[in-house]
């Protein structure tokens, strides 16, 4: 038994039970508890719910490889792609000069006294530069000689080669054969040529420059 002083506060909590004291006790220490995840301080890295990866260096060294790999497949894929279309443009580019170089040469020796005019034309036609000037000059006096020699060829091409081809510039070597008849040969005689033919390209279209018998 608690000895009673003249202090009736203090003798109450002297005489208070301790139970009271324990409880009181412990549910301060579950307060605690409670509060104790909100006044912790995080640490570096973010909370990650369960079940999940953080995501790391690793995902993202990954990733950029992966892109620098795609990046990589277009960029040969386009150089490629060019390769090919300046390939297949200067395979166009020579097929259409030597095309050219046949028929100019074709129309050369191809040749009717009673059609010189539809001759020199179609000469013309596939020329430019100083062969078509010479071809102006001198077309009066072709066709003379055309009409008074009766002259007639009948010729065909044998091959086309193309030597050189440098942007709006190409050289051909053109073979042909020809059989010529004219008023002192009327059963004719077989003539077999080289020629050198000299192209521009003007205005998208190759035209022959020059046309000259090869030794």
Known sequence: ???????????????????????????????????????????????VPAGRTPVGRGWWAGMAVAVLLVLTAIALTVVVAVQNGLVAGRDTDRAAVSDVA?????????????????????LLGLSTGEFRDQLTKVSGAFRAILQQGAVKSAGTIGSAGVETL????????????????????????????????????????????????AP
């Open 1 to 47: 038994m608690t000895a009673r002083t003249e202090d009736p506060v203090a003798d109450e909590a002297a005489e208070a039970s301790p139970e009271e004291t324990t409880v009181e006790s412990s549910t301060a220490d579950d307060v605690a508890e409670e509060l104790a995840p909100a006044l912790e301080v995080s640490g570096t890295e973010p909370a």
């Open 102 to 122: 046949r028929q100019a040469v074709q129309n050369l020796v191809t040749i009717d006294g009673q059609n010189s005019q539809g001759n020199i034309d179609a």
């Open 166 to 213: 440098d942007g709006d510039r190409a050289t051909v070597l053109v073979t042909a054969n020809t059989v010529v008849s004219n008023t002192e040969i009327p059963h004719g005689a077989q003539r077999n040529y080289r020629m050198v033919v000299e192209l521009q390209r003007q205005d998208g279209q190759w035209m022959a420059s020059s046309v000259e018998v």
